[in-house]
């Protein structure tokens, strides 16, 4: 804020003010060239763009009965109308003081309602409701809060101690679980690898079964086909070999030799016609 006394004055762009005349308001200064009666008038200006202030460090205490460090940042700035240049000057005698003051008063009771793990992740929400409660009261003070962060949550150090050991365990617990996950799937692929080889030489045992299967039944159609007929004379022919190996007697006819048993030990010749053919058995 400045005080301008002298006849002529300036304004600049980001600048309003008011005129009071023997210490009584009269009118609303806008940007530009001014001209007044000095000792008479006296015109105040304020500097409307938004002015960076900071919520000093100070010490709260938690849901949970934690003390914690916080502090924070806003950006407040004088409304831009009449009524609100009137209240900065009228309502208020250190608007700047006086928003930081209510800034931390309710810091403390927005951490107070939340407990240390919640503090911790909850800076937006706690901004949030911060930027609300302050407008709420700098309205009557021609003021807006434009936005406020927390920048600052710092525990004691046994309590930073201990969280670090509880990260630290909860990474172990996590590396733990991706080891044992990967354990599982690397069995699993292994299973299916087995499974899948099982299924092959399953399948390859089928296969050579039915190639079998198949041999023997074109055999056997080949036997049917081409051995019916020749059965007997297969197994004439097993009979004269048993024959001749145990020196048994033999029958020879015109229609082949036929192997016979003769009683008793003696060679014995016989022959007969019959149907006008001989027959002969030989020792």
């Known amino acids: 804020?400045?005080?301008?006394?002298?006849?002529?004055?300036?304004?600049?762009?980001?600048?309003?003010?008011?005129?009071?005349?023997?210490?009584?308001?009269?009118?609303?200064?806008?940007p530009g060239l001014g001209i007044q009666i000095p000792f008479i008038h006296i015109?105040?200006?304020?500097?409307?763009?938004?002015?960076?202030?900071?919520?000093?460090?100070?010490?709260?205490i938690t849901k949970d009965n934690v003390e914690i460090t916080v502090d924070g940042i806003m950006w407040v700035r004088p409304t831009a109308d009449e009524a609100s240049i009137k209240r900065t000057f009228y309502n208020i005698d250190d608007w700047k003081r006086a928003i930081i003051q209510l800034a931390m008063t309710n810091l403390r009771q927005e951490f107070g309602d939340l407990t240390l793990d919640e503090s911790l992740v909850a800076r937006e929400t706690i901004a949030t409701n911060l930027q609300r409660i302050l407008n709420s009261f700098a309205v009557e003070w021609g003021l807006t809060v434009g936005k406020i962060e927390i920048r600052l949550i710092d525990p004691p150090e046994d309590i930073k101690r201990a969280m670090h050991k509880q990260k630290t365990a909860e990474q172990e617990r996590r590396s733990m679980r991706l080891l044992a996950t990967g354990d599982f799937e690397a069995a699993e692929q292994q299973k299916l690898a087995i499974i899948q080889r099982a299924e092959g030489e399953r399948e390859a045992v089928i296969q050579v079964a039915q190639g079998k299967a198949e041999a023997i039944r074109l055999v056997n159609e080949a036997a049917e086909k081409y051995f019916v007929g020749n059965a007997q004379t297969l197994k004439q022919l097993e009979m004269i070999e048993t024959s001749l190996r145990d020196n048994a007697k033999i029958v020879i006819t015109e229609h082949g030799i036929s192997p016979t048993l003769l009683l008793g030990s003696l060679p014995v010749t016989l022959s007969k016609e019959k149907n006008g053919r001989k027959a002969s058995i030989l020792p």
Do not use: C
């Open 1 to 30: 804020m400045r005080n301008i006394r002298g006849p002529i004055f300036t304004l600049r762009p980001y600048e309003l003010g008011i005129q009071e005349t023997l210490g009584k308001y009269t009118r609303y200064v806008l």
């Open 43 to 60: 015109t105040r200006v304020r500097d409307i763009r938004e002015h960076t202030m900071d919520i000093q460090p100070q010490s709260v």
